[in-house]
């Protein structure tokens, strides 16, 4: 990968200004005065490929938000691909319209660059190509690795070498260890094969188990069928248990209507005049008990009144004069007239 342009548009004192490299160098030397921006630069560049770090400071003249850089890069292959880099935590790659790029479109570019490979081997300022040049002088190290520090500032390249092959030491030998790394992965490994041998189905084993679904799920109508059935029928049942004792009434009722079938019939109207007859039989009644009762009252009345002997056997004479009486009104209503 090259990077063919870097594009400073709001970037520590720079904005707007952008930097074009030659894509066929194989070497690129940027000088000038103290405080020219050489650091800025350089680190733009690092900020431009692997992001913005949580702290920077270069955002001592834009706010963090508006910080951007921009840049080209051309691939081995020779894709170019330019974009633009804001800070932020995600979808901070943009294309030149400002819309989003997916976060692993450097990935072919960058291949297994990071950050500290890039700052090692390749942006190297003045102070790094001091200390490999003091490294070199001195001669400490193997020459190769004091060769690769001076072009590279890789710095302790026999020391970090050891390192490695102290870790991988740990990691992997040709003598099985479970203390290894490998060996203990590899351990998993072949349990986690066992388990999923033993967890695994066969052809055999899942069609019947298909089969096997396919019974009781038709098995499971039948009984849902069936249910719904007995179900009905119970509902049937308690409808004609409340039913039984009105049934038991006309049952009753019927027989005594067919006891009673051979009586004989009545004539056409018969039960008009019957309830007719019936009426007037109470109506009777009820004038025979209050004739009774104004006959009780009178022989009460009649009992309370006393009569002496003399007048009774001059009634005819009382009876006389009262006769005269009232002709004799009759007369004097005539004489007013």
């Known amino acids: ?18 930097l074009t490299l030659r894509p066929d160098a194989k ?3 940027i000088f000038g005065a103290n405080e020219a921006g050489k650091s800025s630069t350089l680190a733009a560049v690092s900020d431009l490929l692997f992001g913005f770090p949580h702290i920077t400071p270069y955002d001592f003249r834009f706010k ?3 910080l951007r850089l921009g840049g080209e890069v051309l691939s ?3 894709l170019l691909l330019a974009f633009k880099r804001k800070k932020g935590r995600t979808n901070t790659l943009l294309d030149l319209g400002d819309k989003p790029l997916d976060d692993t479109a450097l990935a072919p570019y960058l291949g297994q660059m990071t950050r500290d490979i890039f700052a090692k081997a390749f942006g190297l300022d003045a102070e790094k190509l001091r200390e490999g040049a003091e490294e070199l002088m001195q001669a400490r190290g193997e020459v190769g690795s004091s060769l690769m520090a001076a072009a590279s500032g890789i710095r302790g390249l026999t020391r970090l070498r050891g390192d490695i092959e102290e870790r991988a030491d740990k990691i992997f030998a040709p003598t099985t260890a479970q203390s290894r790394a490998f060996y203990q992965a590899l351990a998993r490994y072949k349990a986690a094969k066992t388990a999923i041998r033993d967890l695994g189905l066969l052809k055999a084993d899942w069609k019947q188990r298909n089969d096997s679904i396919a019974q009781n799920e038709k098995r499971l109508a039948e009984l849902t069928q069936e249910t719904r059935k007995r179900g009905e ?5 308690e409808r004609l248990k409340r039913l039984a004792p009105l049934l038991r009434k006309i049952e009753a009722q019927e027989q005594a209507l067919a006891e009673e079938a051979d009586l004989p019939q009545t004539p056409p ?13 109470v109506k009777a009644d ?7 009762a104004e006959r009780a009252e009178a022989e009460a009345l009649l009992a309370e009144i006393s009569v002496e002997a003399a007048l009774i056997e001059r009634a005819g004479e009382i009876e006389a004069l009262v006769q005269r009486i ?4 009759h007369s004097a209503a005539a004489l007013r007239r």
């Open 286 to 292: 009820e004038s025979l008990r209050r004739a009774q």
């Open 1 to 18: 990968m090259r990077l063919t342009r870097l594009d400073l548009l709001k970037y520590g004192a720079f904005e707007g200004r952008s």
């Open 76 to 78: 081995r292959a020779g």
């Open 326 to 329: 009232g002709a004799a009104g």
């Open 233 to 237: 029928t119970r509902a049937r049942i």
């Open 27 to 29: 070497l690129h030397v």
């Open 269 to 281: 109207g018969y039960p008009a005049r019957l309830g007719e007859a019936l009426e007037g039989a």
């Open 64 to 66: 963090t938000s508006e």
